[in-house]
């Protein structure tokens, strides 16, 4: 059950609960059931979509997060950063995808590409439930380098 | 239930007559679960499923059920030459339809590529807050369990006509079925006693495998 958006940075300012109809609706996101679980805003304009999955599926949470990134920005709203949020990896996927134990980025496990939305800058990043603490404090130690650099 | 199906790879078939052998078994999947799938539409890809992942939409059908018009889709994009067969997908997305529970979902055909993770046919729902995976909605109910996993398992693979397919493993799970991740499956079909003994050895020297890292040491039992 998604309970608001992971406080990456701090608590967010503006939040959607994308499962609530209301909330899509105000974002003009379609019920097709590919929509991700929240849409919010953080005090350093971070604007971010997550997705949170019980079962362990990155190639559909990926798909969810590209199906309302796109009605996002269509809609013209901002999204700068794009984050699944799952119980922890399985074997299986981690032979197609690998996540940077630093930055948290998804890459693909044959290229090594980092996977990114259409229209997002900021590569799809993955953090455990069973790390979170550690998996938050990555990506803010992250933005902090990238913002000096 | 995260359901993935791997066909056997033949020698010296074309990727196109591969390609079409595989279509034609996923028609028979969508067949079988005709009752509780509904499909509206199909969508060919190439590369991958999904263009954040490096693919890209080549033609999409939407708003049709109809399992001929969707099938004939289908061959009109595997014969729409420049394309190869190789690198050719097709996603059918629908309605699963559980007693009063009704769930976006879809039937995937994966490529080459693709397929060494998630099955030459994989199926599932896109999650909700209620459910996570298609095994928590397949729970609720006994009948449709019986239908979905049990019969699917013991009768499917006699349904396919083995000239052109065989099927060689069936998992049922949640997620991402597949060997590797024994813990979540529910249910498994092997073609032969010798391709479950292999899977059950490599899923051990898979799984003991990161714990008997080089360099480990071990206590001498006396």
Known sequence: ?149 | MGLSISLENRPNISPKDALEAKLKVAFQVLEFQRKYFIPKGIDTWSIAPLESLGGKVLDRFPRDSDLDSLRSRAELSINAAPWDSDILGFTFPGDWILGSTKLTGYLTLHNKEWRSTYGDIESNIYPTTEFSDLLDVVRTNDKTKEHLVHDFLKDFPNLVDKETSKINRIYFGLGTPSRIDVDSLVGAYYSTEKDFIRDCLSTVKEVEGERLEPGASFRRIS
């Open chain 1, 1 to 149: 059950m998604f309970k608001g958006c992971t406080p990456v940075y701090g608590k967010p300012e503006v939040e959607y609960d994308l499962n609530d109809p209301a909330d899509r609706d105000k974002l003009g996101i379609a019920d097709d059931g590919k929509f991700a679980d929240g849409y919010c805003h953080f005090q350093n304009c971070t604007w971010m979509v997550e997705e949170r999955k019980g079962a362990y599926h990155i190639k559909v949470a990926i798909e969810q997060l590209e199906s309302t990134v796109r009605q996002l920005l269509a809609s013209g709203r901002k999204v700068t950063m794009v984050v699944i949020r799952m119980k922890g990896p399985s074997r299986n996927e981690l032979r197609r995808f690998t996540v940077d134990k630093k930055s948290r980025n998804v890459r693909l496990g044959n290229t090594a590409k980092e996977i990114r939305i259409p229209g997002v800058d900021s590569p799809v990043k993955v953090i455990y439930e069973n790390d979170l603490q550690k998996n938050i404090e990555d990506l803010r130690g992250n933005n902090w380098v990238s913002a000096l650099a």
